[in-house]
């Protein structure tokens, strides 16, 4: 049998509880222990994965190096713990039931009837356990996505049952993430939603071992002690998660609060060291006292919505603190951009086009090129960011006056971005991009090869357009140079503006790998070029 320890993370009361940083923050204390962990993602929904969804409804998609469109919560795993995740580390109900519909129609199941409890349930198990199975890992941490008493929740719920039952209480714990509301008027933490939503997994069949608790104040032992009565929850096991200035703090919060060693007791492990999380306080000693200040003009089209750029801020908050720098996004609407653009963007100390589909808001992201462009401002744009930028030189450079991607213009006479040839006959959606790692060369003394200290990189890519080879001489002679290069399809992952400060467009996803430990070199360099820039100007 294998000596793997799963913990399972469940949600209560209320969505939204931060069960991601959670899991991220117990796992890291876990690694700084000296054990090796990695966290997956069960979510509820039919999607078979979560590429097909417009950010306005999920967030960021989250793209792994094996290719995978996963959830959000994988960039925090991957930021915390520093470890790339895979496919295996998001599962979600779609693809369980694709998996099973698949083996019926292939008469996998002998003429039985298929049904959720077993070959549902069956196959979500075989699913906890896989990244388990190469022995890789002493700890697995499961977060499943809703909330307990969720409809669409029930046949994960069901199997993380079946499985600490068949696995036993050593080898699967269960942590339980509530809300203990403050309720002003009563001037008091009520403690009833948290009864309620233990109450409502105990139906389940499973009994939380641990309770972690999400407040403004501070729980009192008093509290504590009513929660764990109500709860069969053991006092000592009643975790306090106040609110954090930043969540680079959960960690240390869950370390104060014990969580790591009650999941050791619970699990028979040995506590080995106390976590060693020198460089992350040495990062949240920078993070906290920065010397200097910039504003950053963050454009793009689902600004409404934070997590859609989830991992392009994080990666801000990386390398600001690498720079010392505090760093000021604010998050401008690129449909707005279509009158008073110099106005708007020439204040800022940098400015940086994200990643998108579709024609809305384009022309605005085009526009805030030219303005970083014309007036030396550090300009960094990344995947449709770059593709603008490609856009942007060729109208008012080369002057080819209708330039587009056929993305946004396939009768355009000047297609400087166009689709992949091996794009073109796919009609699928869901997974069908260019997705995951691979190799990009770039040019000695680029800005990008400064960056990086090298000049060969891997990245992650989203995208089905690239930019138009065909071209690259034009381009190169009016001086925007491709500097990254992918050595086996001699596709352009890179340009840069060679007569300008800092204007770099990278094709891939570089937020995709900051972390805290290895903040991204081409975050790390913008903020600094932004930062001179900011001195200079004033
Ligand atoms: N829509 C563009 C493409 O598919 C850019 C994608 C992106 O920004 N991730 O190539």
Known sequence: MSSTKYIFVTGGVTSSLGKGIISASLAKLLQARGYSVTIQKFDPYINVDPGTLNPYEHGECYVTDDGAETDLDLGHYERFLNVPTSQDNNVTTGRIY??????????????????????????????????????????????????????????????????KWEMGDNNVITIH??????????????????????????????QPDILVCRTEYHLSQEIRKKI??????????????????????????????????????????????????DSWKEFLGKLKNPTSEINIALIGKY??????????????????????????????????????????????DGVLVAPGFGERGFEGKINAVKIARENKIPFFGICLGMQCSVVEFARN?????????????????????????????????????????FQCELLPNSNAAKAYGTTKINERHRHRYEFNSHFKEQFTKAGMTPTGINPESGLVEIVEVMDHPWFVGVQFHPELKSTVLNPHPLFVAFVKASLEYSKTKN
Not at 138 to 149: A, Q, R, S
Not at 248 to 275: A, F, G, H, S, T
Not at 409 to 437: A, D, F, H
Request: glycine share 6%; net charge negative; charged share 25%.
């Open 177 to 206: 993430l509530t809300l203990v509301p403050f309720l002003k008027s009563a001037g008091e933490l009520k403690t009833k939603p948290t009864q309620h939503s233990v109450k409502q997994l105990s139906e389940s069949g499973i």
């Open 303 to 348: 600004v409404e919505l934070k997590d859609a750029y989830k991992s392009i801020a994080e990666s801000f908050i990386h390398a600001g603190a690498m720079n010392e720098c505090k760093v000021n996004l604010e998050w401008i609407q690129s449909e707005k951009l279509l009158e008073n653009v110099y106005e708007t963007i020439s204040e800022f």
């Open 228 to 277: 764990a009565l109500f709860s069969n929850v053991q006092q000592n096991c009643v975790i306090e998660s106040i609110d954090a200035e930043t969540i680079y703090d959960v960690p240390l919060l869950m370390k104060k609060e014990k969580l790591d060693i009650r999941v050791l007791q619970k699990l028979r492990l040995e506590e080995k060291q106390e976590p060693n999380l």
């Open 397 to 437: 450079v080369l002057k080819m006056d209708d330039a587009a991607s056929t993305e946004m213009n396939p009768n355009t006479n000047y297609p400087v971005i166009n689709m992949m040839e091996e794009q073109k006959s796919i009609t699928q959606k869901g997974g069908t991009m260019r997705l995951g790692s």
């Open 98 to 163: 694709y998996k099973v519909i698949t083996q019926e129609r292939q008469g996998a199941f002998l003429g039985k009837t298929v049904q959720v409890v077993p070959h549902i349930t069956d196959e979500i198990k075989r699913n906890f356990k896989a990244l388990g199975e190469n022995g890789n890992f002493d700890i697995i941490i499961t977060e499943i996505g809703g909330c307990v008493g969720d409809i669409e929740a029930l046949p994960f719920i069901e199997a993380v049952r079946q499985f």
